[in-house]
């Protein structure tokens, strides 16, 4: 019997010498070294903006894109700004998840954006972007703190993988910005490894505000300070600097389901 080719593989998935070519388009690097300076404290958070206008330019010299891979920085941006639309208005697609895709996963994987995102269970990115098997990688840690594992995760991604857009993103209640701003106003010691995240946090602490909206003001902070400290790393400033890679900072709203960037 003669074989046809399986028709569940979506059509941007039949690339010849796809690794060739991306190859081709990227250049290896190393581990990122941490270390790059956090300012102390950051302005109160202005209301959060749209995720991408629809019709925000692409950098002319970005990454060549893979056929059906956002391969620009701003591409990027519009698919995850879509894909929290359908998220929050209950239309997911839950892309790439047949039988084609998960045989093609096993050999090669072209992720389009990174999100450093919490560990908070409440915020899945692959579903609050619906995204589906391959299309982003994740990287989760307590109120998004850094420390080396994580920088070296999103290091591999943008320079073994060449994933044009980086997104940290932070979300609305968030426990661990909520434990180290009680922490810093009562003193009380924190248990085991929590202290190094409380610690972590502390600089973003807005002080000009009290109760709840202090919280809020921090998550806001918080992913500002993350965000300016992936973005001094040598080695992707200098990939934003030519308009390969964005990093961007966003918070996800749980009460509206949908994601605002943060100025």
């Known amino acids: 019997m003669t074989s046809t080719p399986d028709s569940t593989v979506p059509a941007r998935e039949r690339r010849p010498q796809r690794r060739a070519l991306l190859r081709a388009a990227l250049a290896g690097g190393a581990v990122l070294a941490a270390g790059a300076a956090v300012p102390a404290s950051a302005p109160a958070a202005p209301l959060p903006v749209p995720l991408l206008p629809p019709d925000a330019p692409d950098a002319p010299d970005a990454l060549p894109s893979l056929p059906g891979r956002p391969g620009t920085p701003g591409a990027a941006l519009r698919a995850l700004r879509h894909g929290n639309r359908r998220w929050a208005t209950r239309h997911q697609t839950h892309p790439h998840e047949a039988a084609g895709d ?21 915020v899945p990115p692959e579903l609050v972007f619906d995204q589906g098997l391959g299309d982003l990688m994740t990287v989760r840690s307590a109120g998004c703190v850094l420390d080396e594992a994580v920088l070296g995760s999103v290091a591999y991604g943008v320079l073994e993988l060449g994933i044009p857009l980086v997104m940290v ?4 209640s968030c426990g661990a910005v909520t434990a180290a701003v009680r922490a810093d106003g009562t003193g009380e010691a924190q248990p085991a490894h929590i202290a190094y995240v409380t610690e972590q946090i502390r600089p973003a602490i807005d002080r000009t505000r009290t109760g709840p909206a202090r919280v809020d003001a921090t998550i806001t902070a918080q992913t500002r300070l993350v965000t300016a400290r992936l973005s001094a790393e040598p ?16 918070r996800y709203e749980l009460s509206s389901q949908r994601v605002r960037t943060v100025a």
């Open 102 to 122: 998960r045989l093609l996963a096993v050999s090669e994987q072209h992720p389009f954006a990174l999100v450093l995102g919490c560990i908070d269970s409440r």
């Open 169 to 172: 993103l932070g979300h609305q």
């Open 235 to 250: 080695d992707l400033a200098a990939r934003v600097g030519t308009g390969r890679l964005a990093v961007v900072g966003a």
